[in-house]
């Protein structure tokens, strides 16, 4: 089965194959106007199809640096998803992918750039071997241009003896093209995913690099690569000229030479105004005060920190950055946020799976170490809160929520706010059925939510709403001794693991079974499915939401969404 899933799969390939388009666009028209255009001629007369491949490259370098801030511009995209009406169904689930997007302008970057030094290394040499004794006729000639008085010159390399490396480090376009190139190579080699989980920190400082990167872009290209001037033009006829060598001097004027003006600034000053803009408000968050209410250490290595903040307001599912200047001044690191907007706090869990929120959990005291006296706790900075997948969870009348591991955080939040806006307040909710499922593989990640999670069966029994949040919880890891005790206190009215009146499942869900059983139960609905957790899993539920999605606009229909910051 097939069904709007498309739509938004369609959206999605047709914003890429719109960049990529464009891309082509610019590359092509960039290469042929190089080819063909007559202030070129005797420049490729020298460098040859070359000087085309590197000026194509640059145009689309420049135009994928435009590009390459406005995903991670977090206000921007918040703005965009709270108050724009052009983002609304399909496109504003386009939103939630701008790190993919990001990625994929990333790709673009260095497709082009390694285009571009590969095009010059080739132009270097083209140069080089003009001032040959091998080379004679137009080429040689032109090569010469520039020894003599009243005379511009067309080749950088001056003399065959040149080394065309070091000549080049001598001008501010190589000095800053190596600089762009190993700024880039940095940033690539360090964002790749294995960095990432192993050292996060490493990825997020090389990562700032970028600022290298972008100041060597705005003044790289002084003027090395030249064409004939426009006064020249007038003066020296090309048609005739290139084919009478021997008539330079007298019926042909010598041709003047000049380099054309840098253009990357034109291309990036927009974005880098716009980045400075996020930066400043950043800037701005980090000097308001942070009032720390509660800390609470959970088992398993997970904080929980609950915080006021002047005028914060927040939506479910969203989250903000957090920095600790006693351990780091320039570290920012996402959380999902797990209050609930209609509280007068809000609150995250942080689990210690790195060395800075190691250091975090214990510069608040977690497992064994004392809780530390509200006044001798270090100082916290917020930005935020921005939007997220999950804040679409409402517009649906029917969602299935799916976290795996620690995944369940941005799902507290909307179970907290799911009680708030359908069970006490008094207003109309489109939200009437919610599935969660959460799959975790220590026992003990359990302790810390469970009791959320019987607050809200207890609740919702006593007002008659025990229909509308069905729960299954999954354990995939346990050893023989809970597996014996587990066993032993099965006829039990509440779960061993959680307390819970619904039952823990062991193993991992049959996904085929749960979507068939969703979509036989809401059969012309649509349904949302929000998912945080691990891509191997995102994968398959990208699948089950295509297979199980119907053909017909009256049938059951699932859009499928993912945690990403």
């Given at each position: 089965m097939?069904?709007?899933w498309v739509?938004?799969?369609?959206l999605s390939?047709?914003?890429?194959?719109?960049?990529?388009?464009?891309?082509?666009?610019?590359?092509?028209?960039t290469?042929?106007?190089?080819?063909?255009?007559?202030?070129?001629?005797?420049?490729?007369?020298?460098?040859g199809?070359t000087?085309?491949?590197?000026?194509?490259s640059a145009?689309?370098l420049n135009?994928?640096?435009?590009?390459i801030?406005?995903?991670?511009?977090?206000?921007?995209?918040?703005?965009?998803?709270?108050?724009?009406t052009?983002?609304?169904?399909?496109?504003?689930?386009?939103l939630?992918?701008?790190?993919?997007?990001?990625?994929?302008v990333?790709?673009g970057?260095v497709?082009n750039?390694?285009?571009?030094?590969?095009?010059?290394?080739?132009?270097?040499?083209?140069?080089?071997?003009?001032?040959?004794?091998?080379?004679?006729?137009?080429?040689?000639a032109?090569a010469k241009l520039g020894d003599t008085?009243?005379?511009t010159?067309l080749?950088?390399?001056?003399?065959?003896?040149?080394n065309t490396?070091?000549?080049?480090l001598t001008?501010?376009?190589?000095?800053?093209?190596l600089?762009?190139?190993?700024?880039?190579?940095?940033i690539?080699?360090?964002?790749?995913e294995?960095?990432?989980?192993?050292?996060?920190?490493l990825?997020?400082?090389t990562h700032?690099?970028?600022?290298?990167?972008?100041?060597g872009?705005?003044i790289h290209?002084a003027?090395?690569?030249r064409?004939?001037?426009?006064?020249?033009?007038l003066?020296?006829?090309?048609?005739?000229?290139?084919?009478?060598?021997?008539e330079w001097q007298?019926?042909?004027?010598?041709p003047?030479f000049?380099?054309?003006?840098p253009s990357?600034w034109?291309?990036?000053?927009?974005p880098?105004v716009?980045?400075a803009?996020?930066?400043?408000?950043r800037?701005?968050?980090?000097?308001?005060e942070v009032?720390?209410?509660?800390?609470v250490?959970?088992?398993s290595?997970?904080?929980?920190?609950?915080?006021?903040?002047?005028d914060?307001k927040?939506?479910?599912?969203?989250?903000?950055?957090?920095q600790?200047?006693?351990?780091s001044?320039?570290?920012?690191?996402?959380?999902?946020?797990?209050?609930?907007?209609?509280?007068?706090?809000?609150s995250?869990?942080?689990?210690?799976?790195?060395?800075?929120?190691?250091?975090?959990?214990?510069a608040f005291?977690?497992?064994?170490?004392?809780?530390k006296?509200?006044?001798?706790?270090?100082?916290?900075a917020?930005?935020?809160p921005?939007g997220?997948?999950?804040t679409?969870?409402f517009h649906?009348?029917?969602?299935?929520?799916?976290?795996?591991?620690?995944?369940?955080?941005?799902?507290?939040?909307?179970?907290?706010?799911i009680w708030?806006?359908?069970?006490?307040?008094q207003?109309?909710?489109?939200?009437n059925?919610v599935?969660?499922?959460?799959?975790?593989?220590?026992?003990?990640?359990?302790?810390?939510?469970?009791?959320l999670l019987?607050?809200?069966?207890?609740?919702?029994?006593?007002?008659?709403?025990?229909?509308f949040?069905?729960?299954?919880?999954?354990?995939?890891?346990?050893?023989?001794?809970?597996?014996f005790?587990?066993?032993?206190?099965?006829?039990?009215?509440?779960?061993?693991?959680?307390?819970l009146?619904?039952k823990?499942?062991?193993?991992?869900p049959?996904?085929?079974?749960?979507f068939?059983?969703?979509a036989?139960?809401?059969?012309?609905?649509?349904?949302?499915?929000?998912?945080?957790?691990?891509?191997a899993?995102s994968?398959?539920?990208?699948r089950?939401?295509?297979?199980?999605?119907?053909?017909?606009?009256r049938?059951v229909h699932?859009?499928y969404?993912?945690?990403s910051?």
């Open positions: 097939m069904g709007c739509l938004n799969e369609s390939i047709v914003l890429v194959l719109s960049w990529l388009g464009v891309n082509l666009y610019l590359f092509i028209d290469f042929y106007w190089y080819e063909e255009e007559e202030s070129f001629l005797y420049t490729r007369v020298i460098l199809s000087l085309a491949w590197a000026r194509a145009v689309g135009f994928n640096c435009m590009l801030l406005l995903p991670v511009s977090r206000n921007l995209i918040s703005f965009m998803r709270g108050t724009s052009c983002f609304r169904g399909p496109w504003r689930r386009q939630d992918k701008n790190l993919k997007f990001h990625k994929l990333a790709y970057i497709i750039a390694t285009i571009h030094i590969v095009a010059h290394l080739f132009n270097l040499e083209h140069y080089h071997w003009s001032q040959s004794p091998e080379a004679e006729g137009l080429v040689a032109l008085p009243n005379e010159y080749n950088p390399i001056r003399t065959f003896h040149t490396i070091a000549e080049l001008t501010i376009a190589g000095i800053t093209g600089l762009i190139s190993l700024a880039l190579i940095l690539m080699t360090s964002s790749t294995f960095i990432r989980q192993v050292s996060y920190e990825f997020w400082y700032h690099v970028f600022i290298i990167f972008f100041i872009l705005a290209g003027r090395i690569v064409g004939q001037t426009p006064e020249s033009l003066l020296h006829n090309i048609t005739f000229c290139r084919d009478h060598l021997e007298a019926q042909c004027p010598v003047q000049s380099g054309k003006e990357a034109k291309w990036v000053l927009g880098m716009l980045y803009c996020e930066r400043i408000i800037f701005w968050r980090f000097q308001q009032i720390i209410t509660k800390v250490s959970h088992p290595g997970v904080l929980e920190l609950c915080m006021k903040k002047r914060f927040m939506a479910p599912g969203q989250y903000v950055l957090i600790c200047p006693s351990i001044t320039l570290e920012w690191h996402p959380f999902t946020l797990t209050s609930a907007p209609q509280e007068d706090f809000f995250v869990h942080i689990r210690a799976v790195g060395d800075w929120t190691e250091a975090l959990c214990k005291g977690v497992e064994g170490q004392p809780l006296e509200p006044w001798s706790l270090p100082r916290l917020v930005d935020g921005f997220a997948a999950l679409d969870v649906y009348p029917v969602s299935m929520c799916i976290a795996a591991g620690i995944g369940v955080t941005p799902f507290a939040a909307l179970l907290k706010s708030y806006q359908c069970c006490e307040a207003t109309q909710c489109k939200l059925k599935y969660f499922y959460w799959i975790c593989r220590d026992p003990g990640a359990f302790e810390w939510f469970a009791d019987l607050s809200l069966e207890t609740k919702m029994s006593e007002q008659g709403q025990a229909h949040l069905s729960y299954h919880i999954f354990l995939t890891g346990w050893d023989e001794n809970q597996a005790h587990i066993a032993l206190h099965w006829d039990e009215n509440a779960d061993v693991i959680t307390g009146r619904q823990t499942f062991y193993g991992r049959n996904w085929n079974h749960e068939q059983q969703v036989f139960s809401h059969p012309s609905s649509n349904i949302g499915v929000f998912f945080c957790g691990p891509k899993l994968k398959i539920l990208q089950m939401c295509r297979v199980y999605s119907s053909a017909d606009p049938g699932f859009y969404n993912r945690e910051f």
